[in-house]
């Protein structure tokens, strides 16, 4: 640890600043009572007691925030931000140092890739992490020199982009700075360089076995020189004859960062998957008195959290009230909240698992490995979220991406807290950190604003919800008896019961919405898998026999939710094509359909870990399109049941075709369609063909240019979607879709016009690619698309990228519906009933006229969800699903021991 301070520029803090009555997480604890916080020259100067009225210092700004939570500036410990810059190009990609200088390459810095012109520095610190460790790539075995960097574009005194004053370390002697070293192990060295572990394991044996003689060899000069140093009278005389005798102290610049890793002077982060990697890992680390801080991604130590505090402990030195205290810190383990299954080594992960290891003493980060849109850093509090949703206690989540973050780089002395001397790195927040869609107000690196400070300052005049300031609470969980006995009842009864129910969010029940108020207690009964009485009168039902009742905390019904465009049914491991389908490869003709036409109903495959965390989710069908791997046309999608135990032949199939899937961008460019271009003309030939055409080959183009059909185009630049708008003008009749859509906000009136939907998969997308690089980043730094679309009238529904993800589906529409104003009813049907309009698909209920206001009478026949607890706001598990067929689909998927 440095006792260097970097040195405060002149282009820092220009005025003390003052943020009055907060509520404070200060890195270990939340405050009890508002605080106010005054920092000057880039240090925190004091935190004290609103109550306590201390004077302002002179020419300070002011700002009240009126209570909403305040927090350190979150510390990411893995992205890889300025080595891949927003929009990237292959031009500016510095991630991985491949494959000329071979698998081991500690010498490599990631510094010398840094961009430091990258956009997504003011991205990443709008969502309120304002320090990053940046580091190289996990290609290799040893993969190089990480750098810590604080997220302010340009905050040198120039305002220039030099990369030197981006370093959280600048100002301090280099001989002093904390260093950090990327290794990695599992597949990702063994696939990039065709080993096998055991070679990657002996590769990495004999390169710390080089350097091992090395170290020894200094070591033996060094002591040989003191002993002359020591012992001599005229020392310049002795000195010069012994590096003739014995020669310069023993070098290599190749070995040198690897000597100084055996010496103990690298902050150790590797890159590790599973059980056995961690262990053979340490073992070889341990046969050279090597300790890593820290396993990343890790998502399967949660099978071994004992092991791991046996085999890695730290004694922390702590000074309290002059006594010096010890206590043990083990390895800490850095990890995903949800981001898994895309890789063999990441399919044993659970959403519990950070639980799981707060459980046992073993200390948790959350960290981004941004790279894009798929894992921006801009999320890392949402991370935080996802985890306290599955149980992780709010102040562990809360550290999680704060202080226990900063301990595991070494710098906890500077950041990760709110505490007079550390850096002035601090959040302000529109609501408790935790809460779904929670936003930065204000954002402060060094003491500096990186908000609009006019923006922050009048969202500062209003006083925040009281709700918002409340931790949401973990979703429930029950034991596996308990689990038995609820799913027995539920399946082996006529009736169910279930009481409880504060909100009713389904279409077309007149006590559905915002008719029930919060805290009604409401009882439905559904009787042989339709809903039979919804309302406050029901009770009377739990006389009859043959029935079982449920009881629940702040109970919802909801829609069964849809999961679209992922790979749940066709592709379990998208890394692993044995476990898929297949795919036709870029060569598809879309002009030869008894070739190249495909029909995801054909390969449809159940029981894979994604339907499991579709069924945590509350989702209870799936659109699932063949996969994809270029060219302009994908394939026919089909619509797949997610219960426990559906397969092909008992149900799992709804609906046999869905929709038509072509592509237009960059990822359309196949052999066939060698260009964005001609991927528009494949397009249009296949709807023309579809008009003339009475050969049966073509009957699927037939339908689409007709209508009866939808064609889903997946297309996420403003051009490519303002080419679905000119064909949907020139073909009235086709049902076009924009999927993706990430630039759709930018011809919103136009695809309104035209009644083009959107299935909207980047309402928090990035700007991470050349023909994203008109994306909105989303607030605080611009509107949401999805408020965009709908402000301009266009039909949205809402999507995730990843299998991994969709449990989330109702917190994603949250994340709209905060920012476009919409109600919870409004919010579920992005994620629900707007598919069926979109999609033209069975309609999830009838237009009742005559319902009495007690009673449903089999009116709601699409799939429906019983909940604990709210799931817009993380807080619901799904309790019970009921098909439209009137079966049960599942029944409390999220239980004690389940691997979710």
């Known amino acids: 640890m440095s006792c260097f301070r970097k040195v405060w520029p002149s282009s820092g803090q220009q005025h003390p600043t003052v943020l009055k009555n907060a509520t404070l997480f200060d890195g270990d604890t939340i405050s009890t009572d508002t605080v106010d916080i005054v920092f000057e020259k880039g240090l925190i100067k004091s935190v ?114 030099v990369v030197e004053e981006l370093l959280l370390e600048h100002g301090i002697p280099e001989a002093a700075r904390q260093r950090y070293l990327k290794m990695a192990c599992g597949e990702n060295p063994k696939h990039l360089y065709g080993h096998t572990r055991l070679g990657n394991v002996w590769l990495l044996r004999q390169h710390l076995e080089k350097a091992r003689k090395l170290k020894v060899q200094q070591e033996a ?58 262990e053979r890992m340490l073992d070889v680390l ?21 092991f791991l505090k046996q085999q890695e402990r730290f004694e922390q030195m ?125 954002v402060f690196v060094d003491g500096r604003e990186v908000l609009d400070s006019k ?29 038995q006995h609820v799913c027995k009842g539920a399946t082996e009864a006529s009736k169910i019961i279930i009481r409880g129910i504060s909100k009713v969010l389904l279409e077309n029940t007149t006590l559905a919405g915002s008719a029930i108020g919060a805290g009604d207690d409401m009882t439905m009964v559904v009787s042989n898998g339709e809903i039979s009485c919804l309302g406050v009168q029901c009770t009377s039902a739990q006389d009859e026999e043959d029935s079982f009742t449920i009881s629940l905390r702040k109970g919802y019904i909801t829609p069964g939710l849809v999961a679209f465009g992922n790979n749940i049914g066709i592709l379990d491991i998208s890394s692993e094509p044995s476990t898929g389908d297949g795919s036709p490869g870029r060569k598809a003709n879309a002009l030869n359909p008894l070739k190249d036409l495909h029909f995801a109903k054909y390969g449809a495959h159940f029981g894979g870990r994604g339907f499991g965390r579709a069924r945590v989710g509350g989702v209870t069908k799936a659109i699932t399109a063949p996969i994809f791997a270029g060219g302009a046309i994908q394939g026919v999608s089909v619509g797949l049941r997610t219960g426990e135990n559906t397969i092909v032949l008992r149900g799992g199939i709804w609906k046999d075709e869905v929709a038509l899937h072509f592509v237009l961008g960059q990822e359309a460019k196949g052999d066939d369609t060698p260009t964005i271009s001609s991927g528009v003309e494949r397009l249009r030939q296949v709807l023309e063909a579809g008009q003339a055409s009475k050969d049966e080959a073509f009957s699927v183009y037939v339908r689409a240019a007709n209508g009866s ?3 889903v185009v997946y297309a996420v630049n403003e051009d490519d979607i303002s080419q679905v708008v000119l064909l949907k003008r020139e073909f009235p009749l086709v049902n076009f879709v924009i999927f993706g859509g990430h630039a759709a906000p930018l011809v919103a009136k136009e695809l309104a016009e035209a009644k083009i939907p959107i299935i909207l998969g980047g309402n928090r997308g990035a ?31 809402l999507a995730v990228c990843g299998d991994s993800k969709v449990h989330g589906l109702a917190q994603e529409a949250q994340w709209a519906a905060k920012f476009a104003g919409l109600g919870e009813k409004d919010a579920i049907k992005l994620v629900s009933a707007n598919f069926d309009e979109i999609l033209r698909l069975k309609a999830h209920g009838e237009h009742a006229t005559d319902i009495d206001e007690q009673q449903v009478r089999k009116r709601y026949e699409g799939d429906f969800v019983v909940w604990d607890g709210n799931p817009l706001k993380g807080e619901g598990s799904v309790v019970l699903t009921v098909q439209d067929d009137g079966k049960i689909g599942d029944c409390w998927p999220d239980f004690e021991g389940a691997v979710l």
């Open 286 to 306: 341990h046969e050279f008195g090597v300790h890593p801080q820290a396993f990343h991604h890790a998502l399967e130590a949660w099978q071994v959290p004992e």
């Open 455 to 483: 923006d922050s300052l009048k969202q500062l005049e209003t006083r925040p919800d009281v709700t918002d300031l409340a931790a949401p609470q973990p979703r429930a969980n029950i034991g596996l008896e308990k689990r």
């Open 48 to 161: 004290s007691r609103s109550a306590d009225n201390n004077p302002i210092p002179s020419g300070a700004l002011v700002y009240d925030v009126y209570g909403r939570f305040v927090t350190p500036g979150l510390v990411d410990i893995h992205s890889h931000h300025l080595e891949l810059p927003f929009s990237s190009v292959s031009a500016t990609a510095d991630v991985n140092e491949k494959p000329l200088l071979g698998p081991i390459t500690p010498f490599v810095r990631a510094i010398d890739g840094f961009k430091p012109y990258d956009p997504a520095i003011k991205i990443i610190a709008s969502g309120g992490v304002t320090s990053s460790l940046n580091l190289p790539g996990s290609g290799n075995i040893i993969g190089g020199q990480g750098y810590l960097v604080k997220n302010l574009p340009h905050p040198g005194e120039n305002g220039e982009p």
């Open 767 to 797: 700007p991470d690619k050349w023909e994203k690089k008109s994306v909105f980043a989303g607030p605080p730094l611009s509107p949401s698309p999805a408020q965009v679309l709908l402000d301009a009238g266009v039909l949205v529904a």
């Open 709 to 711: 059909l939808p064609v």
């Open 221 to 278: 000069w060094c002591g040989r020189a003191q002993q002359v140093d020591r012992e001599s009278w005229f020392g310049p005389r002795q000195v010069e004859r012994f590096v003739a005798e014995q020669g310069e102290l023993p070098q290599d610049l190749e070995l040198e960062a690897t000597v100084a890793l055996l010496r103990g002077e690298f902050n150790v982060n590797i890159h590790c998957y599973e059980p056995e990697d961690f």
């Open 318 to 442: 702590v000074s309290q009230k002059d006594t010096v205290l010890t206590f043990p810190r083990n390895i800490t383990i850095a990890t995903f909240a949800e981001n898994s299954l895309f890789k063999h080594e990441a399919y044993g992960a659970s959403l519990r698992g950070p639980k799981v290891l707060e459980d046992h003493g073993v200390r948790v980060v959350l960290k981004s490995d941004h790279t894009g849109e798929g894992n921006n850093a801009k999320y890392l509090a949402y991370q935080a979220a996802v985890s306290h949703s599955f149980g992780l206690s709010e102040l562990k989540a809360l550290q999680s991406v704060t202080s226990v973050a900063a301990q595991s780089i070494q710098q906890d002395h500077r950041i990760g807290f709110v505490r007079p001397g550390y850096d002035a790195d601090i959040v302000v927040w529109d609501s408790h950190p935790l809460q779904v869609a929670a936003t930065t107000v204000q």
